[in-house]
């Protein structure tokens, strides 16, 4: 089976693995990748996670900047019997869709029909799912949308950020692709219609997504961010202090506590003497671990110190 892979983000790393691991059914003839970008202070020149083992693995490595005519036809010279497409970071049209005589599948991080789109792993963190998991899908022209060859359920932990997540479900896509493989090449995997009356979407996350506004702020959702949004863009909350200075800060690590009776954006100081902030519902945000802008991280007990709030309770 000669295949093309498209894939960009560390999700999609495994499953290249797995199927270089077995050169004698998987023939990866060509890897399509987002293409080098500079990164940085100093700018410098950073690849995709794929390309990486594209260019260790010595592939023939294409990292288009758009998908043009002069791509199609280097697309179209390969004769691929499959494109295999993770967390490539672009929408494919039907010209490349359709190019394959096998066509061209996704494995999406999520238990299609829900959560469609750019974030569902995020999201199934940031909604408080127990259960996530990857879907194999035949691909047509919309976004998640074609039928459904292949499913693997993955528990999501009280403590699972996007990191550990996103690292479970990789390696499970990675188990589902190379299993539903010579069926799909057999014509044994029988497509399923999702059912598209349940569809959610997920949306691109931006830095803004993860700045927390305490009077209007829940804790869990807070708690959940925290993990949702670990490394990038990482939770943060502007504070004040004494003398009226602004300090941008990323929460690293809370803990949800009650405080009766005060009011949203509060600081309290907790009997282990670390600070918290008062939200909603009688709850407030033990602050843990953070780093304000510029700055090393350090527990809430320095920081209390180092940045006193105008008023403390």
């Given amino acids: ?97 359709e190019m394959p005589k096998l066509g061209s599948i996704n494995l999406h991080g999520s238990l299609l029909p829900k959560y469609r789109g750019a974030s569902p792993i995020q999201t199934a963190i940031l909604e408080g799912e127990t259960e996530t998991g990857v879907t194999l899908i035949l691909m047509d022209e919309k976004m998640d949308h074609g039928p459904i060859l292949a499913t693997t359920i993955e528990n999501i932990k009280e403590d699972d950020d996007y990191l550990s997540l996103t690292g479970r479900l990789s390696e499970a896509a990675a188990g589902l692709l190379v299993e539903s493989l010579p069926m799909l090449a057999d014509r044994t995997l029988l497509p399923q219609e999702q059912n598209h009356e349940l569809a959610t979407f997920t949306k691109m996350i931006r830095k803004e997504d993860a700045l927390i506004n305490w009077t209007t702020a829940n804790a869990w959702r807070i708690e959940r961010q925290i993990r949702a949004y670990r490394p990038w863009p990482g939770v943060r909350f502007d504070w004040i202090t004494r003398n009226n200075k602004k300090v941008r800060t990323a929460l690293l690590r809370a803990e949800i506590i009650h405080a009766n009776g005060q009011t949203p954006g509060t600081v309290i100081e907790t009997k282990d003497g670390l600070p918290a902030v008062v939200v909603m519902n009688d709850e407030a945000v033990q602050l843990i671990a953070v780093q304000p802008e510029g700055r090393r991280a350090m527990s809430g007990t320095d920081f209390l110190h180092g940045y006193p709030p105008p008023k403390l309770i």
Wanted: aromatic content about 8%; cysteine-free; hydrophobic content about 45%.
């Fill in 1 to 97: 089976m000669h295949i093309v892979y498209f894939g960009t983000a560390d999700f999609a790393v495994p499953s290249l693995q797995s199927l270089l691991t077995h050169p004698e059914v998987f023939d990866v003839i060509a890897v399509v990748s987002q293409p080098d970008r500079l990164v940085g202070r100093h700018q410098e020149n950073q690849s995709s996670p794929v390309s990486i083992v594209a260019r260790q693995s010595n592939l023939l490595l294409l990292q288009p900047e758009n998908i043009d005519s002069s791509f199609l036809k280097t697309l179209h010279k390969l004769q691929a019997d499959l494109f295999i497409v993770a967390a490539y970071g672009r929408i494919l049209p039907r010209q490349v869709i």
